[in-house]
């Protein structure tokens, strides 16, 4: 039977820096109010936010490295790419922001580089924090949830799937972890109409597919932790 919709649901699919030093003006702001750059700093951050979108990481970290460190926007955009290219100056970046206007993205990377290591308790706990400061951040919700998935707190997994479904919808990283869970509990008939409402291509339902076996041997699903967006000014 499941062999039967799982093909029924793939054939309604058509396709597919480094020293970590406090801002003392962003010490004293509260979160979500930090001091704006320059206008020309505020073009090169977006010069290195648009070849950090594009994949090309190095020569995003090489821009950022043209801007003042004392910016706790030029500090989180590196403390990202670094843990994206797998660099260890990512975590005392990341831990710099705590305590700045930046707090939440400080905590979400902290949790991210746990949950990459495996360490589902340090990130649930760094991540809980994050998802305190900012509650309307997908991306923060969808990663907590992954968390939860991994140690099968399901109904935990999926409220904050479904939060950051509604949250930011079109974006289908979260609605792909439910799909995960859907299939983990056999319930094939949800994680279809899921699939279509989503428009889920079939790589990625077959993607969600091994997930879900992978955790019912006891595995991890960390690869669907979600990449930053753009940070705001």
Same mark, same amino acid.
């Given at each position: =039977?499941?062999?039967?919709? +799982?093909?029924?649901?793939?054939?309604?699919?058509?396709g597919c820096?480094?020293?970590?030093?406090f801002?003392?003006q962003a010490? %004293?702001?509260?979160?979500?109010?930090?001091?704006?750059?320059?206008p020309?700093?505020?073009l090169?951050?977006?010069?290195?936010?648009?070849?950090?979108?594009?994949?090309?990481?190095?020569?995003?970290?090489?821009n950022?490295?043209?801007?003042?460190?004392?910016?706790?926007?030029?500090?989180?955009?590196?403390?990202?790419?670094?843990r994206?290219?797998g660099?260890?100056e990512?975590?005392?970046?990341?831990?710099?922001?705590?305590?700045?206007c =930046?707090?939440?993205?400080?905590?979400?990377?902290?949790?991210?580089?746990?949950?990459?290591k495996?360490?589902?308790? +340090?990130?649930?706990?760094?991540?809980?924090r994050?998802?305190?400061?900012?509650?309307?951040?997908?991306?923060?919700?969808?990663?907590?949830?992954?968390v939860?998935?991994?140690?099968?707190?399901?109904q935990?997994?999926?409220?904050?799937?479904?939060t950051? +479904?509604?949250?930011?919808?079109?974006?289908n990283?979260?609605?792909?972890? =439910?799909?995960?869970l859907?299939?983990?509990?056999?319930?094939?008939d949800?994680?279809?109409?899921?699939v279509?409402?989503? %428009?889920?291509s079939?790589?990625q339902?077959?993607?969600?597919q091994?997930?879900?076996?992978k955790?019912?041997?006891?595995?991890?699903?960390?690869?669907?932790?979600?990449?930053?967006?753009?940070?705001?000014?």
């Amino acid at each position: =039977m499941k062999a039967l919709l +799982m093909a029924t649901l793939l054939l309604v699919l058509t396709g597919c820096a480094a020293d970590g030093r406090f801002d003392l003006q962003a010490l %004293n702001a509260k979160p979500g109010q930090c001091p704006k750059p320059t206008p020309e700093q505020d073009l090169s951050l977006s010069l290195a936010d648009d070849m950090a979108n594009e994949g090309r990481l190095h020569a995003s970290l090489a821009n950022l490295e043209g801007l003042p460190d004392n910016l706790v926007q030029v500090r989180v955009r590196k403390a990202r790419v670094l843990r994206q290219l797998g660099r260890s100056e990512a975590e005392p970046l990341y831990r710099g922001l705590l305590g700045t206007c =930046m707090a939440a993205e400080g905590e979400h990377g902290l949790g991210q580089l746990a949950a990459a290591k495996g360490d589902n308790g +340090m990130a649930m706990s760094h991540l809980q924090r994050a998802a305190r400061l900012s509650p309307t951040d997908e991306k923060i919700r969808n990663d907590l949830g992954v968390v939860y998935l991994n140690q099968l707190r399901l109904q935990d997994a999926r409220f904050e799937f479904l939060t950051a +479904m509604e949250l930011k919808q079109g974006d289908n990283l979260a609605a792909l972890n =439910m799909v995960t869970l859907l299939i983990y509990q056999d319930k094939w008939d949800d994680a279809a109409q899921l699939v279509t409402r989503a %428009n889920l291509s079939p790589d990625q339902v077959s993607a969600a597919q091994a997930r879900a076996q992978k955790l019912k041997s006891g595995g991890k699903v960390v690869a669907t932790i979600a990449t930053p967006a753009t940070p705001l000014n």
